[in-house]
């Protein structure tokens, strides 16, 4: 018997075959569906690969074999589906000697499953279809490939086929990406899947996106092209903006010179879009960071509509009444380049209290606290950094009396200063500054939301049962309004000595088994972010309090994209889902 004869195993009499039509055998331990149908014995795998419930409880007719519970059709000789969102079923080699069928339970594989997932991936995003992106995240982590190829290829489809550009589907997927250290294994395949899921919904019923071409001119300055470029964004001339970007690009700007373009043009106006178009900004640099900057082509035009469609906060009447704020920032904006020059060969050490200050309730001593610490030598990077513990402050301390939809506005300016925070550790660029008054000017207005302040919690027992307090914690997630239970737990167990990578597991595996919303995705990875930058422990305390406070708020939700992801990961280990399988 030659070596491909030994892999067949008899499965069926085919007397009794001809008989039923169909009989489900088990070889090898594989549940395999036989079917005699047109003169013909063909096999298939018993789990329909959509769902996993048992095609011998289908039918065929002409050919074709289909699942009674979603109705997916197979072409019965070869397994191929009729319908892309049920995949293919595995279809198994058959032969009948001396009266009986025999079935070959492991044939060679037509593609590697590295390459079958991938295209199925592909598949995933273009027809925003849930379960095989799940399934995608699954198979591509089980075949050893590393996640950065599920983000770039997320990216690349969400920069193609998104007209609108970046947007909150890509934040999300790069997010995602940049918090994978901190989860345990399985809770890095939900966070890509839920990544990819939101670029796909992103997508859904969109047009794609069409380029506009570079300048063929190559010897245009970096100062002329940035110029260029601050203008047409000024004038909302999109389609100019995008050509001035693109020239940057090919002319072969650095990553830094491509940061200044954008945050010049990011900052020329305040507050962009309540600091989405800012938090955008810093996202796409990421995402470059995690894929390769030879993206850049592709990525960073497809901010461009962000920038110049954005609402300017000067316009907004919060900004200019009962205090004109707006006017102020010109003010100090007019003598930045003075109040710059006068710090240089300074060297400045953040003041014990100027968290306080920057939270201070006259506008003026926000002021004075920012340009003094200029003028002191503070680098855009120090200033950023301490603007941005303050915003995360406020988020520790929001006051659940107020409004639900509040959350919202603490969480936009923590977002916004991380953004610029983070963009200041690529570019040195003086107008990144304004970025800083802005995320201040918006610490300040959020102070309401602070009227009383939650208490940040007393210190707790050093001897606590930190394991118990890690349970403890994401019980909470199952009841709504434990905002302050879930803060509490957070700050003691990091007091009894608890592990910080553990608790950030723990919060990212209590956030990617919910159907969370954009910004709470985004208010776990800026937590993350910063509370990981900061060396002081009281620092890191205090913004970990604040990622649990909003993951509270918008927990428990129906968990819909999780069922998806259990179905998914339950079929790709071969767990039993039906009692006929």
Request: proline letters at 5%; charged letters at 30%; a negative charge.
């Amino acid at each position: 018997m030659s070596q491909t004869d030994s892999n067949f195993q008899p499965a069926v009499p085919l007397d009794d075959l001809r008989a039923s039509g169909r009989e489900l055998v088990r070889v090898d331990g594989r549940a395999i569906a036989v079917f005699h149908h047109e003169g013909e014995v063909r096999a298939v795998d018993n789990r329909c690969p959509h769902m996993g419930f048992p095609l011998t409880e289908g039918s065929v007719e002409d050919g074709i074999l289909t699942c009674h519970w979603h109705h997916a059709r197979f072409e019965l000789s070869c397994g191929d589906t009729f319908d892309p969102w049920a995949d293919d079923v595995q279809a198994y080699p058959v032969e009948v000697r001396d009266g009986t069928v025999y079935v070959d339970p492991d044939p060679p594989r037509d593609e590697p499953p590295a390459e079958h997932w991938a295209s199925r991936l592909e598949d995933g995003l273009e027809q925003n279809l849930r379960l095989v992106l799940a399934k995608s995240a699954i198979g591509l982590d089980d075949a050893g490939v590393d996640p950065t190829e599920q983000v770039e290829t997320g990216v690349r489809f969400g920069t193609q086929y998104r007209q609108g550009g970046w947007g909150p589907g890509l934040t999300i997927l790069t997010a995602m990406a940049n918090v994978l250290p901190d989860l345990d294994t399985n809770d890095r395949r939900r966070a890509l899947y839920q990544g990819l899921v939101q670029v796909a919904s992103d997508c859904a019923d969109q047009p794609p996106r069409f380029e506009q071409e570079s300048f063929s001119a190559r010897d245009l300055s970096h100062e002329r092209l940035k110029s260029w470029f601050r203008e047409t964004v000024e004038v909302r001339d999109a389609d100019g903006a995008e050509r001035c970007l693109r020239t940057a690009v090919a002319s072969g700007a650095s990553e830094a010179e491509l940061a200044e373009m954008l945050v010049a043009a990011g900052t020329d106006h305040r507050y962009l879009d309540t600091g989405h178009t800012m938090d955008f900004v810093n996202k796409a640099c990421e995402a470059l960071d995690l894929i390769g900057w030879e993206h850049a082509e592709s990525v960073l035009p497809t901010l461009v509509d962000g920038l110049t469609g954005a609402e300017r906060s000067e316009e907004l009447s919060s900004w200019r009444q009962p205090i004109d704020l707006a006017a102020m920032a010109d003010d100090t904006f007019d003598r930045l380049p003075d109040l710059v020059a006068a710090g240089e060969g300074e060297e400045w050490t953040e003041p014990d209290d100027f968290t306080d200050r920057l939270h201070s309730d006259d506008p003026e001593a926000v002021f004075d606290a920012l340009e003094g610490a200029i003028q002191g030598g503070a680098t855009v990077e120090q200033l950023a950094s301490a603007v941005a513990f303050a915003a995360g402050k406020r988020v520790a301390q929001f006051a659940t009396s107020n409004e639900f939809s509040d959350w919202n506005t603490v969480h936009h300016t923590f977002t916004y200063a991380n953004a610029v925070h983070r963009l200041s550790r690529r570019t040195d660029a003086t107008e990144l500054y304004r970025g800083v008054f802005d995320a201040a000017v918006n610490v300040y207005l959020d102070r309401f939301l602070n009227t009383p302040p939650a208490p940040i919690p007393d210190r707790g027992d050093s001897e606590a049962d930190t394991d118990a307090l890690l349970d403890d914690l994401l019980a909470t997630f199952d009841t709504e309004g434990a905002v302050n239970e879930a803060g509490r737990l957070t700050a003691h167990y990091l007091d009894a000595g608890g592990d910080p990578a553990a608790l950030r597991e723990r919060l990212g595996s209590g956030l990617v088994r919910e159907d969370a919303g954009f910004h709470t995705f985004q208010a776990l990875e800026a937590g993350f972010t910063q509370a990981g930058m900061r060396e002081e422990s009281e620092e890191r305390r205090v913004l970990l309090v604040a990622v649990a406070r909003y993951l509270s708020a918008h927990f428990p939700t129906r968990r819909e994209r999780e069922q998806t992801f259990t179905i998914a990961d339950r079929l790709h280990r071969g767990e039993k889902i039906h009692e006929a399988d």
